[in-house]
């Protein structure tokens, strides 16, 4: 099955930097890379998702980059803010089919005033 | 997004009871629904696919018997969890996909299960 590293799993960044959080994962087959945002006591919150025939996608402050080759993707926050301060996942799946999504095990981001 | 709403948002109940979690899509029919399950400070981890009109699927691992899935309409999916011991609690949060081909996947805000 598939399997989704995530790194680092703790970021802290200055208010007004960027915040980068890296993952990789296994299958060839999955196609669609969602990223969550969750807070603490709530459900994960879909902020961004590229699909595999697509390089790049930005979406104001945050952008995610895709190698299919090497199998890694990166959600890029620029302009840091405090309320941006939450655990992030990536997740993989294979759009066919089943669908099961498989998440990487997550970032505490911390952004400081 | 899809907006997911699950009731009750927090629970506590004492060993050997049963406890029953409802999701619900509101502004879309999910022919699927996902139930997940999260310890502190870990990641999601899905016990079940739950498909209208169909038994679920469990992962593996997980005791069917035992978190009771039914998804008897396309907006309404429920989790009980029986027989609960201390063991069992977890944050729950369910999750539902469009009827469509689209596979974006939008989460409930979670229901918190402590059994005493």
């Known amino acids: 099955g598939e399997n989704v590293e995530q790194h680092p799993s703790t970021l802290s960044v200055q208010e007004g930097d960027s915040a980068v959080i890296k993952c990789t994962y296994s299958?060839?087959?999955?196609?669609?890379f969602p990223w969550y945002k969750q807070e603490l006591g709530k459900g994960p919150q879909l902020i961004i998702d590229?699909?595999?025939?697509?390089g790049e996608k930005k979406d104001q402050r945050i952008a995610v980059t895709l190698n299919k080759t090497a199998k890694h993707f990166s959600l890029h926050i620029t302009e840091t803010q405090p309320e941006d301060s939450a655990v992030y996942f990536c997740?993989?799946?294979?759009?066919?089919?089943?669908?099961?999504?498989?998440f990487g095990t997550g970032t505490k981001l911390q952004v400081i005033p | 997004g899809a907006v997911v709403s699950q009731h009750p948002s927090w629970v506590i109940c004492k060993s050997g009871t049963s406890v029953k979690i409802e999701c619900r899509s509101l502004?879309?029919?999910?022919?699927?629904m996902f139930w997940y399950r999260q310890f502190p400070k870990q990641s999601l981890m899905l016990m079940a696919t739950?498909?209208?009109?169909?038994?679920?699927?469990?992962e593996q691992g997980v005791e069917k018997d035992k978190f009771l899935i039914n998804h008897a309409s396309l907006t309404l999916s429920t989790l009980t969890v029986t027989s609960a011991h201390p063991e069992d609690s977890s944050f729950y949060i369910c999750?539902?996909?469009?009827?469509?081909?689209?596979?974006?996947?939008?989460f409930g805000p979670g229901t918190r299960l402590t059994v005493l």
């Open positions: 997740a993989a799946s294979n759009s066919g089919g089943y669908q099961k999504v498989t």
């Open positions: 299958d060839s087959a999955s196609n669609y």
């Open positions: 590229i699909r595999s025939n697509v």
């Open positions: 502004d879309f029919q999910a022919t699927t």
């Open positions: 739950s498909n209208e009109g169909s038994k679920a699927t469990y």
């Open positions: 999750s539902t996909r469009e009827t469509s081909v689209t596979d974006t996947q939008y």
